[in-house]
């Protein structure tokens, strides 16, 4: 039998998800996590920090240091809800934008890149598969949170 574990973590290695930084936009240092959360902002229409932080199964300490980073960087603006103050919204600036843009697209470029090297059945096979797993862990009741 093969070492899931094993699998996972060369997958987690390959895709960059332990680097420091993944991507480098003009002056832009970005994190992974701060990838993450541009993206999620950017699919949302106006999320609130605890939704995007529930997304990203983040607590909320951890993501409000990010967020403070993000905004410092221009990246991101946080405004008070106009239904109620204590909620924060969040939104990308036009700088955000075009560095989650510009990720994306890197993105898409290194996926379709390595999709290539793949037939179309296998390509079908793979997306299928990955969508499966998905669903799976979306029902476990250990997702997302550590076994120790």
Same mark, same amino acid.
């Given at each position: 039998?093969?070492?899931?574990?094993?699998?996972?973590?060369?997958?987690?290695?390959?895709?960059?998800?332990?680097?420091?930084?993944?991507?480098?936009?003009?002056?832009?240092?970005?994190?992974?996590?701060?990838?993450?959360?541009? &993206?999620?902002?950017?699919?949302?229409?106006?999320?609130?920090?605890?939704?995007?932080?529930?997304?990203?199964?983040?607590?909320?300490?951890?993501?409000?240091?990010?967020?403070?980073?993000? !905004? =410092?960087?221009?990246?991101?603006? =946080?405004?008070?809800?106009?239904?109620?103050?204590? !909620?924060?919204?969040?939104?990308?600036? !036009?700088?955000?934008?075009?560095?989650?843009?510009?990720?994306?697209?890197?993105?898409?470029? &290194?996926?379709?890149?390595?999709?290539?090297?793949?037939?179309?059945?296998?390509?079908?096979?793979?997306?299928?598969?990955?969508?499966?797993?998905?669903?799976?862990?979306?029902?476990?009741?250990?997702?997302?949170?550590?076994? &120790?």
């Amino acid at each position: 039998m093969e070492n899931k574990r094993e699998i996972f973590h060369v997958l987690t290695r390959r895709f960059g998800l332990l680097d420091k930084n993944c991507c480098s936009i003009g002056s832009f240092e970005i994190s992974p996590i701060q990838s993450h959360i541009l &993206y999620e902002i950017d699919q949302q229409h106006e999320p609130s920090m605890q939704q995007i932080a529930q997304n990203l199964a983040m607590d909320i300490t951890t993501f409000s240091r990010q967020i403070q980073t993000l !905004v =410092k960087m221009d990246l991101v603006k =946080k405004t008070p809800s106009s239904v109620d103050k204590r !909620v924060s919204i969040l939104s990308l600036t !036009v700088q955000g934008k075009f560095v989650a843009t510009t990720i994306d697209h890197s993105m898409n470029a &290194y996926l379709d890149e390595v999709f290539s090297h793949m037939n179309e059945f296998e390509r079908e096979t793979v997306l299928r598969s990955l969508k499966l797993l998905n669903e799976a862990m979306s029902k476990s009741s250990v997702c997302c949170t550590p076994l &120790y």
